[in-house]
């Protein structure tokens, strides 16, 4: 491959058990056209530094584990491309936010125990029916386009990363949790938003948001947290004053024979042999 | 629960504040336009007070002083209360705003109620 450049590395390095802080060191790429962040990290691996410690697995943007820290900002490194970057120094940190286990890897335990916090499932307020449906639970395109791009989120904690106000209050739900919380709120076979509440309508919760947007801007999957969380405070006000949702649709079992109906009805008739 | 009523209260004084401080913009700032004074005269001690006397501007600004306090200072207790306090440091600062809040609100009071009962020269 044509080398088009030669870009320096600034990486921030820091092993706790040989480190009392962290420090940084420098190499030398040479980049070519296409190459992403990642690459660029696992040729210095293999060709400078073996002990260079990351996190990433699908080098596709899906699996959402290599969100770092790329010239003061948070992104995929897989899906960012150094001389996209328009830098002859490119430094790189672990996210912000997180506490750091070594070299560019973050604890994301707390993004996981947020996520956790605020119940990311169908809440029905029939148990068994949550568990047996008695059939299907309809939901028309229309009821699915209000929470859709909302269900794009890869949990990669770059939101989080980006986010002003859980740099300051390391205890703010943040914006993976809280568009997770109004995923499921604003979905028509859920009632949950009253049983939210405890977590994401409480201090901590959707109003610590001052719509800085940074989360939204940062978010490798368009998925906009930003706009999730002001849905959100707008739902918990609406149930708090009795007027939201009151209960998840039930199942809706829809006969075989009117399933079979509404198919001859929309498609031809099935040939038959001659 | 408590959080969200508090911030709708947050949120739903805002048009209140908004009417209310035109209403303050009308009787005070612009009196020289809307009662024709002169700017030194609609400045002055005399006319202050018989501002002070109407029925109307008291109510504005008792209403005023609660929603614009009750806006300011839950923003002020958002933004103190983001840093990573103890439970009982943060227990301290809602109750110091509260009870910052009422005083202030009393000696608002107080005051917008002087100014209604103030006699000239008696
Ligand atoms: C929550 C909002 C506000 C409240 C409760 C409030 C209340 C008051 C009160 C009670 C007075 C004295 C009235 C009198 O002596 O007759 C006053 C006067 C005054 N206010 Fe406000 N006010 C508010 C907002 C503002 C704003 C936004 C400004 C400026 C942009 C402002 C500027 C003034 C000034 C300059 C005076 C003195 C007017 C004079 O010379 O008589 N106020 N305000
Ligand atoms: C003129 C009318 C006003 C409007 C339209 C207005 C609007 C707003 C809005 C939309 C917010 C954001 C709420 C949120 O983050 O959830 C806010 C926050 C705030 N407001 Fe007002 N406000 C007004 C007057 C005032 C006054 C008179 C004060 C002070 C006495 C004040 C102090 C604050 C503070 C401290 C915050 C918190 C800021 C934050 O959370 O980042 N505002 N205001
Ligand atoms: S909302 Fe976007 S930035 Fe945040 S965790 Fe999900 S995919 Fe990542
Ligand atoms: S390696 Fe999977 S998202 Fe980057």
């Known amino acids: ?60 943007g899906v699996c959402g584990s ?40 973050p604890d994301l335990q707390p993004l996981v125990e947020k996520h956790a916090e605020v119940k990311p499932y169908i809440i029905h307020p029939d148990l068994k029916e949550m568990r047996e449906p008695s059939g299907e ?22 939101c989080l990363a980006a986010c002003p106000t859980a740099a300051t209050d390391p205890a703010f739900l943040g914006p993976q949790a809280l568009t997770q919380a109004y995923r499921y709120s604003a979905d028509n ?15 901590h919760g959707a109003y610590q948001c001052h719509m800085a947007g940074a989360c939204s801007h940062a978010c490798p999957k368009g998925v906009d947290p930003a706009l999730a969380i002001q849905l959100l405070k707008r739902a918990l006000v609406l149930d708090n004053f009795g007027f939201g949702k009151k209960e998840s649709q039930s199942a809706k079992v829809a006969p075989l024979a009117d399933v079979v109906k509404e198919l001859e009805e929309f498609a031809p008739p099935p040939r038959t042999a001659e | 629960m408590r959080e969200t009523r508090l911030w709708s209260l947050h949120i739903l004084v805002i048009p209140i504040i908004l009417v209310l401080l035109g209403a303050h913009f009308a009787l005070m700032h612009y009196a ?12 002055e001690f005399s006319t202050m ?38 439970p009982a440091l943060a227990k301290l600062i809602d109750l110091g705003i509260l009870i910052f809040g009422i005083a202030i609100f009393a000696l608002g009071v107080y005051v917008t109620w002087w100014t209604f009962n103030f006699e000239l020269g008696g």
Request: charged share 20%; net charge neutral; aromatic share 12%.
């Open chain 1, 137 to 158: 639970f309809l939901q028309t395109p229309a009821e699915r386009e209000a929470f859709s791009q909302f269900t794009y989120c890869i949990k990669c904690g770059v």
């Open chain 2, 32 to 43: 020289p336009i809307f009662y024709a004074l002169s700017v030194e005269k609609a400045r």
């Open chain 1, 1 to 60: 491959m044509l080398v088009a450049k030669t870009i320096t590395f600034r990486i921030r390095r820091f092993d706790p058990e040989t480190d009392s802080a962290p420090h940084w060191d420098s190499y030398a790429v040479n980049v070519f056209e296409g190459m992403t962040v990642l690459e660029a990290l696992h040729q210095i691996k293999a060709e400078q530094e073996p002990s260079l410690a990351w996190r990433s697995s699908c080098r596709m």
């Open chain 2, 49 to 86: 007070i018989a501002r002070g006397k109407n029925i109307g501007q008291f109510v504005v600004y008792i209403l005023l002083l609660a929603a614009g306090l009750y806006h300011g200072l839950y923003g002020t207790r958002g933004i103190l209360r983001e840093l990573p306090w103890s």
């Open chain 1, 189 to 203: 076979r859920d009632s949950g938003v009253h049983s939210r509440r405890d977590s994401v309508g409480a201090f």
């Open chain 1, 66 to 105: 290599c969100g770092m820290f790329v010239n003061q900002f948070p992104q995929l490194a897989c899906q960012t491309q150094v001389l996209h970057l328009e830098a002859d120094i490119v430094s790189v940190e672990p996210l912000p936010n997180y506490p750091n286990v070594k070299d560019l890897v």
